[in-house]
C-alpha cells in the first residue's frame, strides 16, 4: 500500500458517485474518496481540504466539469491533477478539457469492471507524477536559495568542450602540466570553451560587476597570465579524470582589486560522464593571506631585532665579566661573588629572552619517538645526582628541536627548584609518562605552591632570587605553538607536576 491518495469525485448521479466510491475504494486501498454531487460544493470542499486529485463529469448543472476545471486551474491557481470523467463522448469536450488542464480524459460505458480499473490507474499515476513534480520543484526552490544566498561565490559551468579540447590535448603531449605552463594560450582556450550556466548575486560585487550580464561579457578580464598560470593544477586533475580539485589563486577583479580566493570545482555525479555540468566556488581569503604575510614580515623583524639586542647586550656584559676577574684576582672582595652572580644571571636572561623570541614558530613537524628524546635530552644537561624515570613509549607528532627545549626546560625546572636535601643538590626524580592524548612530566621535590601554580607560566615569574623567570614561560609558548594545552599540579609525591595534552600520536 502507498501513500494514501486523496480523491474528490463530482458528479450530479448521487447512484453513479456512491458506486465509483465503492469500486475505487475496493480497486486500490490507498484511495480515499470524498464525493460530491455539486460543482460548487466541490470547490467549497477543494478550498478547505487536502485533495490528491478531482476526478469530475462534464455535464452538470450549475456549475459544469469545464467550468470547475477551469476554476480550478485559474481562480485557485492549483495543478492538482484533474480526470474528466463522462459519459459525453464527444470530441470537442475532451479538446477543450485537455486545452484547460485537465490531466486525463476517462470515458464512462462499456465494462464496469475496465472502465474502474482505467480510472484507478489514471488516478494513480497523474498524483504520482504530480507529487515527483512537487517534490522537484521544492528541490530546485531549495536549491535556488542555497545558490543564491551562499556566502560564497558559485558558479555553474559546462565543461563539456573543454574536457574534449583537454583530452586531445593531454594526448598529444607528455607531460600536460609543463606544457600548460610553457603555452599560456592553451589554458586560456581552454577557459573560453567553457560555458557559464550561472552564477550567484554574491559574485556580482565579490568581482565588482553591475549584472551577471556585466560579468558574462567581461569574464576574459579575469584572465590575467596569473590566473591563467594558477589553473595549470585544476586542468591537470580534470584531465587525469577527477571529479574535484582544489586550488589557490590570485585574481584581479573587474574594479582591479586583488583576491586571494580558495577554489573547489566539483562534478555532480550525474554529470562524470561528459562534464556538462560543473560548479565552481571561490572563497575569499584575502585577508588570511595578508595576516599571514604580515605575520611573516613581524616574525622577521622581531629576529633581526633579538638578534641585535641580544649582541649589543652580550658584548657589554662581556667586557664586564673580563674586568670582573681581574678585580676578583687583585682585590678578592666578597660583594664581588654577588656582582658575578649577577652578571650570570643577566647572561641567563639574554639566553631566555633570545629563546622565547624565536620559539613562537612551529618549524615542521614529524613523528617524534618520545622516550628516546627524553633520555638524549637528560644526557644533555647538568643532572647528576639527580635520576630520571621515564615510561613514554610513544610517538608524538611535533617538531623535535622544539619539543626537546620543553623537555630541557621543565627538567631544568626539576633540578633548580625540586631540591630535596639541606646541601641544595638536585636530588630529585624526574619522571616523564604517557597521558591518553599527551605526555607529562613531574618530579618528587617541593612542588609549586597551588597559589603560583596560575601565574607560574607567566613570563617573568620566578619563585627564585636568581630565576629568571622565562624558562616556562617558553614552554606555554612552544607547546601553544603546537595547539597543545599545559597544566601545573602536583605529583603523587608531592612534587611539581605538568601536564601537557592535546597531542596527536603517530
Not at 50 to 64: A, E, K, N, R, W
Not at 247 to 267: A, F, M, N, P, Y
Amino acid at each position: 500500500m502507498g501513500p494514501p491518495i486523496r480523491v474528490l469525485h463530482v458528479d450530479d448521479d448521487p447512484a453513479m458517485t456512491s458506486l465509483t466510491a465503492v469500486r475505487l475504494e475496493h480497486l486500490d486501498d490507498s484511495l480515499s474518496v470524498v464525493s460530491e454531487t455539486d460543482a460548487t460544493d466541490a470547490l467549497a470542499h477543494f478550498r478547505n481540504a487536502d485533495v490528491d486529485c478531482i476526478v469530475s463529469d462534464y455535464d452538470m448543472p450549475g456549475l459544469d466539469g469545464l467550468e470547475l476545471l477551469e476554476a480550478v486551474r485559474v481562480e485557485h491557481d492549483s495543478d492538482v491533477p484533474f480526470v474528466m470523467f463522462t459519459g459525453k463522448g464527444r470530441e470537442t469536450v475532451a479538446v477543450e478539457a485537455l486545452n484547460l488542464g485537465a490531466n486525463r480524459y476517462v470515458q464512462k460505458g462499456g465494462d464496469a469492471q475496465t472502465q474502474f480499473d482505467v480510472l484507478a490507474s489514471a488516478i494513480r499515476q497523474e498524483v504520482e507524477h504530480h507529487r515527483e513534480a512537487v517534490a522537484r520543484r521544492e528541490t530546485e526552490k531549495r536549491y535556488e536559495s542555497l545558490f543564491e544566498n551562499n556566502p560564497l561565490v558559485i558558479w555553474e559551468e559546462d565543461f563539456s568542450e573543454s574536457i574534449t579540447y583537454l583530452h586531445d590535448l593531454d594526448a598529444q603531449v607528455d607531460d600536460l602540466g609543463a606544457y600548460l605552463r610553457s603555452n599560456l594560450d592553451e589554458v586560456e582556450t581552454l577557459l573560453q570553451r567553457v560555458d557559464i550556466i550561472d552564477v550567484n548575486e554574491n559574485a556580482l560585487d565579490y568581482y565588482g560587476a553591475d549584472s551577471k550580464d556585466d560579468l558574462f561579457d567581461n569574464f576574459d578580464q579575469l584572465f590575467t597570465e596569473t590566473v591563467l598560470r594558477q589553473t595549470v593544477p585544476m586542468w591537470c586533475g580534470l584531465a587525469a579524470g577527477r571529479t574535484r580539485v582544489r586550488w589557490e589563486q590570485s585574481v584581479s577583479t573587474l574594479d582591479d582589486e586583488w583576491k586571494h580566493e580558495i577554489l573547489e570545482l566539483s562534478v555532480p555525479e550525474e554529470s562524470a560522464a561528459d562534464y556538462s555540468r560543473v560548479y565552481l566556488t571561490a572563497m575569499n581569503v584575502t585577508e588570511r593571506v595578508e595576516r599571514e604575510r604580515e605575520l611573516v614580515q613581524q616574525n622577521e623583524r622581531l629576529d633581526e631585532f633579538a638578534s641585535l639586542v641580544s649582541h649589543d647586550l652580550r658584548n657589554p656584559l662581556t667586557v664586564a665579566k673580563n674586568r670582573l676577574a681581574v678585580a676578583q684576582e687583585e682585590f678578592g672582595s666578597e660583594h664581588l661573588v654577588h656582582v658575578s652572580d649577577a652578571l650570570d644571571q643577566m647572561e641567563d636572561l639574554i639566553e631566555d629572552l633570545l629563546v622565547l623570541a624565536r620559539e613562537g614558530d612551529i618549524d615542521e613537524v614529524e613523528p617524534v619517538e618520545l622516550e628516546p628524546l627524553v633520555r638524549q635530552t637528560w644526557q644533555g644537561i647538568d643532572s647528576e645526582p639527580a635520576r630520571i624515570d621515564v615510561d613514554a613509549p610513544v610517538t608524538l607528532v611535533a617538531d623535535e628541536t622544539k619539543l626537546r627545549q620543553v623537555l630541557e626546560n621543565l627538567f631544568q625546572n626539576s633540578l633548580e627548584h625540586g631540591v630535596t636535601d639541606s646541601d641544595a643538590e638536585p636530588s630529585v626524580t624526574v619522571g616523564v609518562g604517557v597521558l591518553d592524548d599527551g605526555f607529562y612530566v613531574e618530579d618528587d621535590g617541593v612542588g609549586i605552591p597551588a597559589a603560583d601554580r596560575e601565574d607560574v607560566l607567566e613570563a617573568g615569574f620566578s619563585t627564585a632570587d636568581d630565576g629568571t623567570g622565562f624558562g616556562l614561560h617558553i614552554v606555554e609558548e612552544i607547546v601553544t605553538a603546537h595547539g597543545w594545552d599545559i597544566a601545573v599540579t602536583e605529583s603523587d609525591a608531592g612534587g611539581a607536576r605538568f601536564e601537557i595534552t592535546g597531542a596527536e600520536f603517530d
